[in-house]
């Protein structure tokens, strides 16, 4: 298999978990993620005002971080993230940094360039917003939502030390 195989083993533990995690904790992510999800089905349909539109997005903005502080807390729990883990982690497996860096590049290609700019180019010009607008919504607590919890994922992986034992995530 080769070191890049069994890097790329040691990449997809992040994924895996990533998804167990999601199911497990679904309806924390699904809610919290519903805001940005009808902000945005709002937004790309139909507009939002004036400093209505500033204020909404600040209201996402703080629900996507109060995402991440829940997952990270639940994640994290029982245990600590420290430097020197990461940068043990780092110097034995880089290439599962990298094979990670490959994994996300993927989903992006797949889920935002391929979904949004050219499925949406292939639409006729009067279907595009209303595509954008309900593929923003899906993607929120999907996609977006997946992509948060793989960060966490991440750290947890590479710099993350279980201090108590019964702790499993």
Not at 86 to 112: I, P
Request: net charge positive; charged share 15%; proline share 4%.
């Amino acid at each position: 298999m080769g070191i890049w195989g069994a890097e790329l083993r040691v990449a997809l533990e992040v994924p895996r978990w990533t998804w167990r995690f999601y199911l497990r904790h679904l309806p924390l992510i699904v809610g919290l993620s519903l805001v940005p999800s009808v902000q945005r089905l709002v937004a790309v349909n139909w507009g939002i005002p004036g400093g209505w539109a500033a204020a909404s997005e600040i209201v996402v903005m703080a629900v996507r971080v109060g995402l991440v502080l829940a997952v990270g807390w639940l994640a994290l729990r029982g245990g600590r993230a420290t430097w020197g883990r990461f940068t043990a982690f780092a110097t034995a497996h880089w290439r599962s940094l990298v094979w990670q860096g490959v994994l996300l590049s993927v989903a992006f290609l797949v889920f935002d360039v391929v979904a949004e700019s050219v499925v949406g180019g292939l639409l006729p010009e009067e279907a595009r917003q209303g595509y954008k607008a309900v593929l923003l919504f899906v993607k929120n607590p999907t996609i977006i939502a997946l992509t948060l919890v793989w960060w966490v994922g991440l750290v947890r992986r590479t710099s993350w030390v279980a201090q108590d034992r019964r702790v499993a995530v």
